[in-house]
């Protein structure tokens, strides 16, 4: 164990086995992870699958909602390093962590904000061309970020032509999978899906102006993108994951800032 103390919002903790760091809320949710001797290596398997949005759109701006352990901005500032990067995270306690064990090293321009997701979303001057979403406490996404009106906002950050990725999770049920599913569809369009090989970690993909992408499409683009990306992130391997929606999401229920029981669905097998 490095660390372990008590924030306004989690019990994090920082402990170092072989040659991985990570960072976890509590005992069971491991939220980010570095290899101290590599630090642009992307640790844990669902984060190598996030810069697939890279295959939607070639960004100038970036928004990342959630900073866990940076993995994603540093693999960006390394093979991107003229884009802008913005990162909303509501924990202090998680800035100061990870900048102190996790490599986050903020320049003119990559930003770390202390904000909840939601508020810096909504207050945003300018538009992004890629918003990445990855905010989580220890099990669950907080549920003002699942909502048809939170992600109606993210749209309207979005460039034209900008996307928006979303980590999602099937490990406690397929009622809230589900229903977030149902909820991008109604908001975006058109959704795309990268299941984590041998996780339950899903990254959702979709598009500003409702379209997506084809297979082929997204193949092509990850190929043109690998020279660009880390050796721990095969960008071609991850579009072969490439996956639609079932067609039959059933029952769930699109989530609504007036409707949104996370932890009744959370509760479903």
Sequence with gaps: MILEKESAYHQIRVEEEGRMRSLQFGRR???GAVYPDDPVAMALPYTRYLPIGLAFVTPRRVLMIGLGAGSVPRLL???FPDVEIDVAEIDPDVVEVARQYFFVREDPLYRVRVSDGRTF????KEKYDLVILDAFHADAIPFHLTTAEFLREVKGALTDSGAVVSNLAQWKTEALYGAMLKT?????????LF???ERANVVLAATA???GRSKAEVREAARRMQGRMHPSVDLVEVAETYAEPPEDLGEAPVLTDDYAPVDA???QR
Excluded at 121 to 124: E, G, I, K, L, M
Excluded at 184 to 192: K, S, T
């Design 184 to 192: 991008f569809q109604a908001v975006f369009g058109r959704i795309v």
């Design 121 to 124: 979303v909504r207050q945003a």
């Design 195 to 197: 299941p984590v090989r």
């Design 29 to 31: 949710g491991l939220q």
């Design 265 to 267: 669905l959370m509760g």
């Design 77 to 79: 500032r390394t093979g």
């Design 209 to 211: 102006d409702g379209k």
